[in-house]
T-cell receptor
Framework: GQSLEQPSEVTAVEGAIVQINCTYQTSGFYGLSWYQQHDGGAPTFLSY????GLEETGRFSSFLSRSDSYGYLLLQELQMKDSASYFC???????????FGTGTRLKVLA | DTAVSQTPKYLVTQMGNDKSIKCEQN?????MYWYKQDSKKFLKIMFSYNNKELIINETVPNRFSPKSPDKAHLNLHINSLELGDSAVYFC?????????????????FGEGSRLTVL
């Protein structure tokens, strides 16, 4: 089977740093993506890692270790507007199929 | 100018009815998808079309039938609706772009269609 596991919920305060982990088990791998979804909204693309290491985009960074089948999303200088659900996703190699993780609900407290 | 648009946004109907959801993208992408998001927010792929050809068909009941009249449109028809079909259905499209390290696949989602079956 194919699965991507994430913690169900993470809570942090404004200004803090939070890390959301994703471990995956898939039949093929083209890269790990991250999406943000606010309540009632659509998932929106945040970042993508094809190779091992850290990718930085503003306050958000994403890390991948292919040997460990593991990645994380790092959010710095948390703001209230970061309260949302975050999903990791893997594109299965040789296909156009994107499999999503179980999702992590991030609550940012004042 | 909405990139991926779905209609209707909300759908409330009785068990046993048939309903359709329409999706259009103006991004020029070749690949379109239907995802189902249940009450636990799990996003599950249902179907995908590439240039009007069905390329992904997950284990979805055959009451669900997608149709792609052209590569900018992907519709979903559901027959004999059941309570368990209640969910948010997202349409998405994708293109593949290269960033020097490989192919980046980024999904662009519509705003979702919330289906409630009573």
């Amino acid at each position: 089977g194919q699965s991507l596991e994430q913690p169900s919920e993470v809570t942090a305060v404004e200004g803090a740093i939070v890390q959301i982990n994703c471990t995956y088990q898939t039949s093929g791998f083209y890269g790990l993506s991250w999406y943000q979804q606010h309540d009632g909204g659509a998932p929106t693309f945040l970042s993508y890692n094809a190779l091992d290491g850290l990718e930085e985009t503003g306050r958000f960074s994403s890390f991948l270790s292919r040997s460990d089948s593991y990645g994380y999303l790092l959010l710095q200088e948390l703001q209230m507007k970061d309260s949302a659900s975050y999903f990791c996703a893997v594109r299965i190699s040789g296909t156009y199929k994107y499999i999503f993780g179980t999702g992590t609900r991030l609550k940012v407290l004042a | 100018d909405t990139a991926v648009s779905q209609t209707p946004k909300y759908l409330v109907t009785q068990m046993g009815n048939d309903k359709s959801i329409k999706c259009e993208q103006n991004l020029g992408h070749d690949t379109m998808y239907w995802y189902k998001q249940d009450s636990k927010k799990f996003l599950k792929i249902m179907f995908s079309y590439n240039n009007k050809e069905l390329i992904i068909n997950e284990t979805v009941p055959n009451r669900f039938s997608p149709k792609s009249p052209d590569k900018a449109h992907l519709n979903l028809h559901i027959n004999s609706l059941e309570l368990g079909d209640s969910a948010v259905y997202f349409c998405a499209s994708s293109h593949q772009r290269h960033d020097g390290t490989g192919v980046i696949g980024e999904l662009f989602f519509g705003e979702g269609s919330r289906l409630t079956v009573l």
